[in-house]
């Protein structure tokens, strides 16, 4: 079975605090992403990457950014967070291939970052 | 681009009664359809998927759904619903030879009652 692994279930910070968000997945996928969950809005994607070193901003990437050093780990950083950075964050990841993507994601358990 | 509509925010059911959880879809060229399941404090997880061959989809947990073209539709059943039901579903949709990145509804919310 796919793994997808964030590091940090729970995190509280302070406003202004440079935050890092871990995702570790076991299964040699190309395609990982980052997602915010808010009630209400669904899914939003932040940043999703596709291969070691690569990025692209998906549909709200201001005042996020984002690390793939390895291929299995994808990191998101919050330079200096803010109240409206409260939030559930979603890592999940995906095989690439025209023949094999279908666009079915395997999700990590999230992580709940409360800015204060 | 394609995009999703999950027209009902919330659910709320008796145990043991049936469930339909609504979704619609846009897209100019085909798709692939998504369920997915969120329980409190949890990731997502798959139900059922729709790649192609029959439009009946069955998954996880009892849940079917019937994919739709003309209709743009992929509504999710369920004939009997249990309390342990209760969570946050999602719909999405990716399209066939383009990014593979799926879009998401904004989820709705199953409360099953005793």
């Known amino acids: 079975d796919v793994k997808v692994t964030q590091s940090s279930r729970y995190l509280v910070k302070r406003t202004g605090e440079k935050v890092f968000l871990e995702c570790v997945q076991d299964?040699?996928?190309?395609?990982m992403f980052w997602y915010r969950q808010d009630p209400g809005l669904g899914l939003r994607l932040i940043y999703f990457?596709?291969?070691?070193?690569?990025?692209e901003k998906g549909d709200i990437p201001e005042g996020y950014s984002v690390s793939r050093e390895k291929k299995e780990r994808f990191s998101l950083i919050l330079e200096s967070a803010s109240t409206n950075q409260t939030s559930m964050y979603l890592c999940?990841?995906?095989?690439?291939?025209?023949?094999?993507?279908?666009?079915?994601?395997?999700f990590g358990e999230g992580s709940r970052l409360t800015v204060l | 681009a394609q995009s999703v509509t999950q027209l009902d925010s919330q659910v709320p059911v008796f145990e043991e009664a049936p469930v339909e959880l609504r979704c619609n879809y846009s897209?100019?060229?085909?798709?692939?359809l998504f369920w997915y399941v969120q329980y409190p404090n949890q990731g997502l997880q798959l139900l059922l998927k729709?790649?192609?061959?029959?439009?009946l989809v069955k998954g996880i947990n009892g849940f079917e759904a019937e994919f739709n073209k003309s209709q743009t539709s992929f509504h999710l059943r369920k004939p009997s619903v249990h309390i342990s039901d209760t969570a946050e579903y999602f719909c999405?949709?990716?399209?066939?030879?383009?990014?593979?990145?799926?879009?998401f509804g904004r989820g709705t919310s199953l409360i099953v009652h005793p």
């Open positions: 729709y790649l192609s061959g029959s439009t």
């Open positions: 999940a990841s995906t095989i690439a291939g025209v023949s094999s993507n279908t666009g079915e994601l395997f």
């Open positions: 990457s596709y291969d070691v070193k690569m990025k």
């Open positions: 897209s100019s060229v085909s798709v692939y």
């Open positions: 999405a949709v990716s399209e066939t030879g383009g990014s593979y990145i799926p879009t």
């Open positions: 299964m040699d996928h190309e395609n």
